[in-house]
């Protein structure tokens, strides 16, 4: 059997690893790990190369990462620990070298969810919820530059993740978080009238009431399937 794809989905409360093959489907098992808080690189590393040791035969890495990622260096990591411990680590490298020197490609972790859960077709965003909050903007199935945009004002001085994020929807409930939510989704349709808004993220199971329309739910799973498409043509820009 051809060598698959390890692909891990690198989260604030959660960490993902499974090995697929270029279609995105999983070869054999799935593993799932709570994230250490605080977690540094060191620890983050170690406990990934950790769980690839029990997962299949890989010849490639693919790495979404809950931060800004340029030219293959974190700029921010705000949902792990402290970002000056990460700025300017070329996190995919260093994964890479511990891991038999197969090439790695690393993006921002919104990103390759969205690779996974866009059709392809005119302008998709895609928001992604759990410990922080997530997006990604595609059109035409290309990914467009990245948007911080979880950080970013959404209602008086509280950002996206202030009002969106897992804290805010424990300390609120799922009713009040569900109202930021709409407020989102308009100001998204208003900033950039997309054809198309997916929804991921642990968090998207708590989404309640009928949903505006175009605005689809995706997988969970999609954080690690998009591995695949992450590794199908030329490296991503940025």
């Known amino acids: 059997m051809t060598p698959g794809i390890l692909a891990f989905d690198i989260g604030g409360s959660g960490l993902k690893a499974a090995v697929i093959d270029d279609d995105g489907q999983l070869l054999g098992e799935h593993l799932r790990l709570p994230t250490p808080h605080p977690c540094p690189p060191g620890l983050l590393v170690d406990t990934l190369v950790g769980m690839a040791a029990s997962l299949p035969a890989f010849d490639r890495i693919a790495i979404g990462f809950p931060g800004m990622i340029r030219?293959?260096?974190?700029?921010?990591?705000?949902?792990?620990?402290?970002?000056?411990?990460?700025?300017?680590?070329?996190?995919?490298r260093v994964l890479s070298d511990r891991l038999g020197g197969r090439p790695a490609r690393l993006?921002?972790?919104?990103d390759m969810q969205g690779m996974a859960l866009v059709t392809?077709?005119?302008?998709?965003?895609?928001?992604?919820?759990?410990?922080?909050?997530?997006?990604?903007?595609f059109r035409d199935g290309e990914l467009m530059p990245h948007?911080?945009?979880?950080?970013?004002?959404?209602?008086?001085?509280?950002?996206?993740?202030?009002?969106l994020g897992e804290a805010a929807r424990v300390a609120a409930g799922n009713h009040h978080w569900n109202r930021h939510l709409r407020?989102?989704?308009?100001?998204?349709?208003?900033?950039?009238?997309?054809?198309?808004?997916?929804?991921?993220?642990g968090n998207a199971r708590h989404v309640e009431g009928e949903l505006p329309p175009g605005v689809v739910i995706g997988s969970n799973e999609?954080?690690?399937?998009?591995?695949?498409?992450?590794?199908?043509?030329?490296?991503?820009?940025?």
């Not at 208003?190 to 991921?200: E, F, K, N, T, Y």
């Open 71 to 92: 030219h293959g260096r974190v700029l921010t990591a705000v949902n792990l620990s402290k970002d000056d411990e990460w700025r300017g680590l070329e996190l995919g």
């Open 107 to 110: 993006v921002n972790d919104a």
């Open 120 to 137: 392809g077709e005119g302008l998709e965003f895609v928001f992604t919820f759990g410990t922080g909050v997530g997006t990604s903007l």
């Open 147 to 163: 948007m911080e945009l979880g950080h970013h004002p959404l209602h008086k001085d509280a950002t996206y993740e202030e009002c």
């Open 183 to 201: 407020r989102a989704l308009a100001m998204v349709e208003v900033l950039l009238r997309p054809d198309r808004i997916h929804i991921g993220g």
């Open 222 to 238: 999609a954080g690690l399937l998009g591995g695949a498409v992450l590794w199908r043509g030329a490296p991503p820009k940025g």
